[in-house]
């Protein structure tokens, strides 16, 4: 199958009607359906970024739906000092130092990970998308917080630059959580990995941590007092955030969509989103909305993003390409699947949309990233990419642009140069009708014509001619 043909299977199983829509509209710079205006130009779309005065927390509009799933401060909903504010605070994990210092968070894991494929074993990409995108939030969440230590920039093993004190502890069995039995939680099993957790047949550490009310196994301690489960460690904590964000975001999207059930569904968002917050910010705070909006924001665009790059590198074979330069690879594959592909806004006053003519107040904007970018033109070729300018629209522009772009880029790359040398193929792959963005409900691989098969067969080739 062509790449730019599966691809387009996360479009029409999500949403069929909206992108039946934009496709057949996308040769027009603006289309205005009623109190709708969709927005394909890549000037009228820079111009509605930068020059249009917008409503943050519209109904419908993605400051909306942050509103709604945080209850607002959420850099999204926000603008002049509270969303300058609020940037500076996720500012310093988004940095190059400190995506730089997170990167053996995902590398490691990635390569750990993908090992199976070399013995010629099938793998479902989605879920470890998922758990690369709960790793990297919670670093994230770990350099934002005012409790846990920031990230590390040693190259000590995964769980080394996650927090002692996880982000994201079990719900207890009864009663409020006990802080004072979570600090005695002993970090070295927290630090253990999936692996060595599930190879590992001697006794537990020492229940002295336990305390009053804990409960064992026969390998040691199972909980503390306070009911959280001590055999979680980082791979359980990232594997629950990066659910309950795609859950969040998933309710919160069907909520804003026109049906006769969407009392149920803001019902399902709300206690979405309750389980998100209790997750990254047990204790509430000043920070609780931003740290779900982190989540939510670095979890669902990696779990989009991820597998379906490797799709496309794998129906394309880019593979070579991938090997050559991940990084000129990653800017255009992010510029053609543009992980989120449209921006939602609300015009908060009268203005002008070149060319596209008046926008007025209360105008529902359809600003489409992907064909802003160019990527229903062009597939990607790292051997002539798209100006950066052009390729990183699907960012957004501006004061409001995503602060993850960078972390994005970066991870793509990797995961990318982590993939290559296995050269996938895709057996069997599965669109998400429910998730917030178009992307993967399962995405399985096995290896391709690796140089070391090719060795093999060339070796026994020579052997059958001698």
Same mark, same amino acid.
Request: proline content about 12%; some cysteine.
């Given at each position: 199958m062509r790449a730019r043909s599966r691809d387009r299977l996360v479009y029409l199983a999500a949403h069929p009607f909206l992108f039946t829509v934009l496709a057949a509209t996308r040769h027009r710079p603006t289309v205005r359906l009623g109190g709708t205006l969709l927005v394909h130009d890549r000037q009228a779309y820079v111009h509605a970024l930068t020059r249009l005065t917008l409503d943050r927390t519209a109904e419908g509009t993605t400051g909306g739906a942050v509103t709604a799933l945080t209850s607002g401060a959420a850099l999204f909903d926000q603008q002049g000092q509270s969303h300058r504010t609020s940037r500076r605070t996720s500012a310093d994990p988004l940095s190059a130092p400190g995506v730089e210092a997170m990167r053996p968070t995902w590398t490691n894991l990635m390569a750990r990970a993908l090992s199976p494929l070399a013995e010629g074993a099938e793998l479902d990409l989605v879920p470890l998308a998922a758990e690369i995108a709960g790793i990297t939030a919670l670093a994230i969440l770990a350099a934002t917080s005012p409790g846990p230590a920031p990230v590390s920039s040693s190259s000590a093993p995964t769980t080394n630059h996650l927090p002692a004190r996880p982000l994201c502890p079990a719900a207890p069995t009864e009663g409020p959580p006990s802080h004072s039995a979570s600090a005695q939680e002993p970090s070295a099993e927290r630090h253990r990995t999936t692996a060595e957790r599930h190879n590992d047949t001697g006794p537990r550490a020492s229940g002295a941590a336990v305390g009053a009310g804990g409960t064992r196994d026969s390998r040691g301690p199972t909980t503390d007092r306070a009911g959280r489960d001590l055999r979680a460690g980082p791979a359980d904590d990232a594997r629950r955030l990066a659910e309950a964000a795609r859950a969040a975001a998933a309710a919160t999207a069907r909520e804003h969509l026109p049906g006769l059930f969407r009392r149920r569904a803001r019902d399902e968002a709300r206690l979405a989103a309750a389980r998100l917050t209790a997750l990254v910010a047990p204790d509430g705070g000043e920070h609780a909305g931003l740290h779900a909006m982190l $989540?939510? #924001?670095?979890?669902?665009?990696? %779990? #989009? $993003?991820? *597998?379906?790059? $490797?799709?496309?590198?794998?129906?394309?074979?880019?593979?070579?390409?991938?090997?050559?330069?991940?990084?000129?690879? $990653?800017?255009?594959? =992010?510029? %053609? +699947?543009?992980?989120?592909?449209?921006?939602?806004? #609300?015009?908060?006053?009268? /203005?002008?949309? *070149?060319? /596209?003519?008046? %926008?007025?107040?209360?105008?529902? =904007?359809?600003?489409?990233?992907?064909?802003?970018? /160019?990527?229903?033109?062009?597939?990607?070729?790292? #051997?002539?990419?798209?100006?950066?300018?052009?390729?990183?629209?699907?960012?957004?522009? /501006?004061?409001?642009?995503? *602060?993850?772009?960078?972390?994005?880029? +970066?991870? =793509?790359?990797?995961?990318l140069a982590a993939l290559a040398p296995y050269r996938p193929v895709v057996t069997r792959a599965r669109p998400d009708r429910r998730s917030a963005l178009p992307g993967w409900r399962s995405l399985t691989v096995r290896a391709g014509d690796t140089d070391s098969a090719a060795e093999r067969r060339a070796g026994s080739g020579r052997r059958g001619e001698a």
């Open positions: $989540a939510v #924001a670095a979890i669902n665009t990696t %779990v #989009a $993003a991820l *597998p379906r790059a $490797a799709a496309w590198s794998a129906d394309d074979r880019l593979w070579d390409a991938a090997r050559r330069d991940p990084a000129a690879l $990653a800017d255009e594959l =992010l510029r %053609v +699947i543009a992980p989120t592909p449209l921006l939602p806004r #609300a015009a908060a006053g009268d /203005g002008e949309l *070149p060319p /596209g003519g008046p %926008v007025h107040a209360g105008d529902r =904007l359809m600003l489409i990233a992907r064909h802003a970018a /160019g990527a229903h033109r062009s597939g990607p070729d790292p #051997a002539r990419p798209a100006p950066p300018q052009v390729a990183r629209l699907v960012f957004g522009v /501006g004061p409001h642009a995503c *602060p993850g772009a960078r972390l994005a880029r +970066i991870q =793509l790359a990797d995961w």
